[in-house]
């Protein structure tokens, strides 16, 4: 076990935990942040995405160790009332079905318009396409961040 200074959306948290100790379970289960899912566990879903340093990242792959100085940002910590524009889109687009990859669906997408504010389709399609949404909303998810990236 080891102790390590996290900066997760914007405050400063002290976790114990083994260094090899995936970012994904320090979140839900140390720091009880359970916004963040687990889908596979592989980094191949999507669902456990994350930002370090604003950068989209699979948070089931990223040990704690690793993170150091750098600042982790969950989809607790992109707005406290669902007021962020993508969120707001997602909403207006009625993009979650069974809801599950939702998370990580929303911050690829906050990411790809932080460093592409008007992405065309093939933006979208790259940024997007290492998320899997089983219900297959990716219609509306594609709707949904072209209609937050003119907000």
């Known amino acids: 076990m080891a102790k390590y200074n996290i900066k997760i959306n914007g405050t400063t948290k002290v976790v114990d935990v083994d260094p090899t100790t995936?970012?994904?379970?320090?979140?839900?289960?140390?720091?009880?942040?359970?916004?963040?899912?687990?889908?596979?566990g592989i980094a191949m879903c999507g669902a456990?995405?994350?930002?370090?340093?604003?950068?989209?990242?699979?948070?089931?792959?990223?040990?704690?160790?690793?993170?150091?100085?750098?600042?982790?940002?969950?989809?607790?910590?992109?707005?406290?009332d669902a007021s962020h524009p993508?969120?707001?889109?997602?909403l207006e687009h009625d993009v979650a079905q069974c809801g599950y990859c939702q998370s990580g669906q929303i911050m690829s997408a906050v990411a790809l318009l932080k460093n592409n504010p008007t992405p065309n389709d093939e933006d979208i399609e790259a940024a997007m396409s290492g998320n899997i949404c089983r219900c297959g909303t990716y219609l509306r998810i594609k709707e949904a961040i072209k209609t937050a990236a003119k907000n």
């Open 22 to 40: 995936p970012m994904l379970w320090v979140l839900r289960d140390t720091l009880n942040m359970p916004g963040t899912k687990y889908g596979c």
């Open 86 to 90: 993508v969120q707001k889109a997602w």
């Open 48 to 80: 456990c995405t994350v930002h370090l340093n604003g950068i989209a990242m699979r948070s089931c792959q990223l040990p704690v160790s690793a993170v150091g100085s750098q600042e982790i940002t969950t989809i607790e910590g992109i707005s406290e």
